[in-house]
C-alpha cells in the first residue's frame, strides 16, 4: 500500500500541486481566522470549511468551481443553524440529521455540483455535533467560515489557479435508470438506512460521539457505485482508522494539545489526504484519524479511550453502511464494472478519432482532454473491480481475469496518451493520410467487437483518399501507437467474451 502510494502515476504532479496548494489556501485561511480574533472552535470550523471547498468542488470548469464554492454557505449555514438549534432535542435532531442525509446524498443526480453541496451540508451539521456548537455561538461560525472560504477561494482561483492550464476531465455521470433503479435514489435509501443504524449503535456507545458512525456510514458512500465496492470501502476505512488510532496514541495524545507542533502535523494530515485520496483511501483515512486526534487535543479532551471509542463508532457505522448496502436495493459489482469498461472502452475510440482529428488539421480538436477523461473513467474501472482483485477475495477465478483486464486496460490507456501527445506536439499531418484513416478504423472495429454499438455511424470516414504525407515527424509514432492499441484491444476480447452470456464480465 505505501509502495503504491508514492508510484502511482501523477500527470503534470497534479496530486502534489493540489496537495501543496490545499495546504497553503488552508493554512492560510485558519491563520486568518485566527487573526480576527475568533475563538479556537470556530478557527477549526473556518478550517474544515476550506479543506471542504477543496477537497469536494470538482466542476469541470473553473468558473463552475467558483460558483459551487460560492453556494456552500447558502446551503451549509442553514443546515448549521438547524443543527445548533436541535443540540438540546435529541429526537429531533436525530430526525433532521438523516433528512439532510437522504437529501444530501440524493442531491448527487445533480452532478458535481449537488454532489459538493450535498457533503457541505451534511459536514455542517456533523461540524455542529463535533464542536458541541450552540445557537448563540453562530455569528462567529459564520464570520470564519465565511473568511475560511474565501482566503481558501484567493489561493485556489487566483494565486495558485494550475486548473487554467488543464481542466480536469468532467466526474462520469453513473448509471442510469429511473425510480428506484436511478443510482442516486437508490443510494440516498441506503445510506440513509445505514446512517439510521449507525446513529443508533453509535449512540449506545457512546451519548457524546455518536456521530462518528453516522459520518463513517455517510463517507463510505461517497464515489461508490456497487456492492463490492462499497464492502471494500468500508474495510479500507477500518484500515486506515486503526492505523492512524495507532498513530495519534504515539503523537498526538504526547503533544496533549500544543498548539504549534500540533498545527504543523495537522498541516502534513492535509498534505497527506489531499495526495493520498486520489490512489488510496486507506491512506487517506489514515491522515484523517491522525488529524482528528490532534484537533481533539488542540480542543483540550483526547484521552487514549477517546481513540479507543473512535475505533468502535467506525466499526459500527462500517457495519451499518455493510448490511444497507447487502439488503436494501443491491447493486452487483458486475453490474456496475460492466457499465464502467463499456464507457472506457467507447473513451479510447474517442480518444484515438479526436487525436486523429488533430493530425487531419482539426485545431478544435483536444486530444489531451480526451485522454484525461479516459483517465478518469479509467480510474472507475479500477474501483469497480477492487472487490475482485482484493486479497481477502474468494472469487479467485474472477479476481485473475480482473487483474488480466486492467492491465489491458492500462496498455490502452498508455498508447492513447502516446498518440494523444503525438498529435498534440506534430501539429497537423494532413487531411488526407490514408494509413493513419486505416489504423482509426481498425480500432473503431476492435472497439465495436468488444462494445457493439447501439446504431451503425451514420457516417464514416473513408481510409483511402489520399496518400501519406513522406517523412511528417508525427506520422510514424502516431502509427506505432495505433497499431499497439489494436492489439491490445485484441487481447482484450478472451477474458471480456469469456462468459458468453455477460460479455463485459470480469
Known amino acids: 500500500m505505501l509502495t503504491r502510494m508514492f508510484v502511482a502515476p501523477d ?44 477537497f469536494t468542488v470538482t466542476d469541470a470548469t473553473v468558473r463552475g468551481q467558483a460558483l459551487t464554492t460560492a453556494l456552500l454557505p447558502a446551503v451549509g449555514f442553514p443546515v448549521l443553524a438547524l443543527a445548533t438549534a436541535l443540540h438540546g432535542h435529541p429526537g429531533a435532531r436525530d430526525t433532521v440529521f438523516l433528512a439532510v442525509v437522504c437529501a444530501g446524498v440524493y442531491a448527487r443526480r445533480w452532478g458535481p455540483r449537488g454532489h459538493a453541496l450535498g457533503i457541505f451540508a451534511f459536514m455542517a451539521f456533523f461540524m455542529a455535533q463535533f464542536l458541541h456548537a450552540v445557537p448563540g455561538q453562530l455569528p462567529e461560525l459564520y464570520g470564519a467560515m465565511t473568511l475560511a472560504l474565501a482566503v481558501s477561494s484567493a489561493v485556489r482561483f487566483g494565486c495558485w489557479c494550475f486548473e487554467r492550464r488543464l481542466p480536469p476531465a468532467a466526474v462520469p455521470a453513473p448509471l442510469t435508470g429511473r425510480g428506484l433503479s436511478r443510482p442516486t435514489t437508490r443510494q ?17 456507545l457512546s451519548e457524546d460521539r455518536w456521530y462518528w458512525a453516522v459520518g463513517t456510514a455517510w463517507w463510505i458512500f461517497v464515489n461508490t457505485a456497487s456492492r463490492g465496492e462499497t464492502l471494500v470501502r468500508g474495510f479500507r476505512r477500518m484500515v486506515g482508522t486503526v492505523a492512524g488510532i495507532a498513530a495519534g496514541l504515539l503523537v498526538a495524545v504526547p503533544l496533549d494539545g500544543a498548539l504549534t507542533p500540533a498545527a504543523a ?27 482528528a486526534g490532534l484537533l481533539y487535543g488542540l480542543l483540550g479532551v483526547l484521552r487514549p479511550g477517546l481513540l479507543l471509542l473512535r475505533f468502535e463508532e467506525t466499526a459500527a457505522g462500517a457495519l451499518g453502511a455493510a448490511l444497507a448496502v447487502a439488503l436494501i436495493l443491491p447493486v452487483t459489482t458486475h453490474a456496475a464494472t460492466d457499465a464502467w469498461i463499456r464507457r472506457a472502452l467507447t473513451s479510447v475510440h474517442t480518444c484515438t478519432t479526436t ?28 474501483t469497480s473491480v477492487a472487490p475482485l482483485v ?51 478504423r481498425r480500432v473503431e472495429d476492435a472497439v465495436h467487437a468488444l462494445v457493439p454499438p447501439a446504431a451503425e455511424p451514420a457516417h464514416r470516414p473513408a481510409g483511402t483518399a489520399g496518400r501519406a504525407p513522406a517523412h511528417h515527424p508525427g506520422a510514424e509514432p502516431a502509427l506505432a501507437h495505433l497499431h499497439r492499441l489494436e492489439g491490445a484491444l485484441a487481447e482484450l476480447s478472451a477474458p471480456l467474451r469469456a462468459a458468453p452470456r455477460t460479455p463485459l464480465a470480469v
Open 390 to 440: 482484493h486479497p481477502l477475495s474468494p472469487l479467485r477465478a474472477r479476481g485473475r481475469r480482473a487483474r488480466q483486464v486492467l492491465l489491458l486496460l492500462d496498455d490502452c490507456a498508455r498508447e492513447v496518451r502516446g498518440f494523444a501527445a503525438v498529435a498534440a506536439a506534430a501539429g497537423p499531418v494532413g487531411p488526407h493520410d490514408a494509413r493513419l484513416a486505416a489504423a482509426c
Open 265 to 291: 502535523l495537522i498541516a502534513c494530515c492535509v498534505f497527506g489526504i489531499f495526495y493520498t485520496a486520489p490512489v488510496s483511501y486507506s491512506w487517506m483515512m489514515f491522515f484523517v484519524t491522525v488529524m
Open 355 to 382: 487525436a486523429a482529428r488533430r493530425l487531419a488539421g482539426d485545431e478544435r480538436a483536444d486530444p489531451v482532454a480526451a485522454a484525461a477523461e479516459l483517465e478518469v473513467l479509467l480510474g472507475r474501472v479500477r
Open 11 to 54: 500527470p503534470e504532479r497534479r496530486r502534489l500541486r493540489a496537495a501543496a496548494r490545499a495546504v497553503v489556501g488552508i493554512g492560510a485561511a485558519t491563520a486568518a481566522s485566527g487573526l480576527a480574533g475568533h475563538a479556537l472552535t470556530a478557527v477549526i470550523a473556518g478550517g474544515l470549511a476550506a479543506l471542504l471547498a477543496l
Open 188 to 204: 440516498a435509501v441506503q445510506t440513509t438506512a445505514a446512517c439510521a443504524f449507525a446513529l443508533a449503535a453509535g449512540q449506545l
